[in-house]
């Protein structure tokens, strides 16, 4: 006989089906909920009872009334004593509720996990791996053809590659030095500037130095002549 059956007094023999996990935990809150009911009312009596006890041992000192009193004690420890034991049979009855929750979501989990694992083989039923490699190959394949159709159209054919750099580079100087010329030679003017004409008559000529020097001579004695 399964644990739920002993539990529960289900099985009905031994061909008899046990409750479900769902069926077990629904009745262990139930359980749950009697057992909780029944804690509020014990602490209900409790306080009942120690009320009696105080009313009777406290004022009166007659022989009837404390024994009220003494027979409210006893009957508060016996429900402190069930209070007690429906402690501990809840703490069980939780304990196994949690178990079963546990179990429960377990079963659903692996049972969702077979689920996925039917419709993936399901999936990959019509699938050859060897169909997937050649596959794969050929999209490789294709993907290079295309980059390298890429890099070819994109090439620039016939503009320049047939001539020498180091020409072209020679030929710029040569163009540089002739713009340099040309703004040099805008800077010192244009050529053909119009001189003035040679004058066509003779220069005067200049009087000999000697007779310069006869000239000063005569000036000198002059000079000293009239001194005397």
């Known amino acids: 006989m399964s644990l739920f059956a002993k539990i529960f007094g289900g099985g009905g023999g031994k061909g008899g089906k046990g409750p479900s996990p769902q069926e077990a935990i629904q009745k262990l809150r139930e359980t749950e909920e009697m057992l909780t009911k029944k804690q509020e009312f014990l602490e209900k009596k409790i306080e009942q009872e120690l009320q009696i006890a105080k009313k009777n041992g406290t004022k009166n000192k007659r022989v009837s009334v404390s024994s009220a009193a003494l027979q409210a004690l006893k009957r508060k420890k016996r429900y402190e004593k069930q209070l007690t034991q429906i402690d501990g049979t809840l703490s069980t009855i939780e304990f196994q509720r949690e178990a079963l929750e546990n179990a429960n979501t377990n079963t659903e989990v692996l049972k969702n996990m077979g689920f996925a694992a039917k419709a993936m083989k399901s999936a990959h039923e019509n699938m050859d791996i060897d169909k997937v490699d050649d596959l794969m190959q050929d999209i490789t394949e ?72 006869e000239d000063d001579m005569e000036d000198l004695q002059r000079w000293a002549m009239e001194a005397m």
């Open 142 to 213: 294709q993907q290079e053809l295309a980059q390298e159709i890429s890099d070819a159209i994109s090439k620039p054919v016939g503009f320049g590659e047939e001539f020498d750099e180091d020409e072209l580079l020679a030929e710029l100087d040569e163009l540089e030095q002739e713009e340099l010329d040309k703004n040099l030679l805008e800077i010192g003017g244009p050529e053909n500037v119009p001189l003035p004409n040679v004058p066509s008559t003779s220069l005067p000529s200049r009087p000999a130095r000697k007779e310069e020097d």
